[in-house]
T-cell receptor
Framework: NAGVTQTPKFQVLKTGQSMTLQCAQD?????MYWYRQDPGMGLRLIYY???????DKGEVPNGYNVSRLNKREFSLRLESAAPSQTSVYFC???????????FGPGTRLTVT | GQSLEQPSEVTAVEGAIVQINCTYQ??????LSWYQQHDGGAPTFLSY????GLEETGRFSSFLSRSDSYGYLLLQELQMKDSASYFC????????????FGKGTTLSVSS
C-alpha cells in the first residue's frame, strides 16, 4: 500500500519555465489537497478537490492551476515559475471517516 | 477569517512533560487536529478532537475547549525522537473539507 506518492522529489526551474507536479493516492479517498510549506509559515493550502470533478482555491492559489484527473490523481501546474514559488510542495488526501490527512513525501522546488 | 496561534519553539529534556498550546479565532469548525513533522519529512497525523475534552493516544494527549477557543497537545515521557515540529489545524465550516494549519511549534528534546 503506497499511500500518497508525489513526483518529482526535487526540481530546479528557471524563472518563466512551466512544470506539473504529480500526486496519486491509492486509498480511495474523495478529497485531495495541495499545500506549500515555507520556513516559519507552516502549511498553506493552494488548492483542494473535495471530490472527483471539483476543485477549489485555497489560501494561496495565485500562479497555480490544478487538475483532478480521476479519483486517484491530483496534479498541480506552475505555468510560469517565479522565485517566490521556491518552496516544498505537499500533496495530501483525506479519510472522510476520520478526517485524517495523509501526506506525500513532498517536492522540493527551487526557482532561480 | 481564521487564524491559529502556537508558540514557535519549545524546549524540554528527556522524560519530561510538555504542553503545546493552540489558540484560534474562527467562526466555527468541525474539529481540531494535530500533526507531527520531522525535519525533512512529511506531516503525519497525531490526533483529532471533534468534541471538547481530552483524547489520549499512548504518550500523547490532545485537548479542546471550544468555549475558550483553545486546545493543546500534551506529550509525556519525552524521548529524543519527539524532537519535531507540531502543527494544530482546524476544519472550518465554510472551508468544505479543507484544513487551516497553524505555523507550527518546533520542539527540541535534549538529554
Amino acid at each position: 500500500n503506497a499511500g500518497v506518492t508525489q513526483t518529482p522529489k526535487f526540481q530546479v526551474l528557471k524563472t518563466g519555465q512551466s512544470m506539473t507536479l504529480q500526486c496519486a493516492q491509492d486509498m480511495n479517498h474523495n478529497s485531495m489537497y495541495w499545500y506549500r510549506q515555507d520556513p516559519g509559515m507552516g502549511l498553506r493550502l493552494i488548492y483542494y478537490s473535495a471530490s472527483e470533478g471539483t476543485t477549489d482555491k485555497g489560501e494561496v492559489p495565485n500562479g497555480y492551476n490544478v487538475s483532478r484527473l480521476n479519483k486517484r490523481e491530483f496534479s498541480l501546474r506552475l505555468e510560469s515559475a517565479a522565485p517566490s514559488q521556491t518552496s516544498v510542495y505537499f500533496c495530501a488526501s483525506q479519510d472522510s471517516q476520520t478526517y485524517e490527512q495523509y501526506f506525500g513525501p513532498g517536492t522540493r522546488l527551487t526557482v532561480t | 477569517g481564521q487564524s491559529l496561534e502556537q508558540p514557535s519553539e519549545v524546549t524540554a529534556v528527556e522524560g519530561a512533560i510538555v504542553q503545546i498550546n493552540c489558540t484560534y479565532q474562527t467562526s466555527g469548525f468541525y474539529g481540531l487536529s494535530w500533526y507531527q513533522q520531522h525535519d525533512g519529512g512529511a506531516p503525519t497525523f497525531l490526533s483529532y478532537n471533534a468534541l471538547d475534552g481530552l483524547e489520549e493516544t499512548g504518550r500523547f494527549s490532545s485537548f479542546l475547549s471550544r468555549s475558550d477557543s483553545y486546545g493543546y497537545l500534551l506529550l509525556q515521557e519525552l524521548q529524543m525522537k519527539d524532537s519535531a515540529s507540531y502543527f494544530c489545524a482546524v476544519r472550518p465550516y465554510q472551508a468544505g473539507t479543507a484544513l487551516i494549519f497553524g505555523k507550527g511549534t518546533t520542539l527540541s528534546v535534549s538529554s
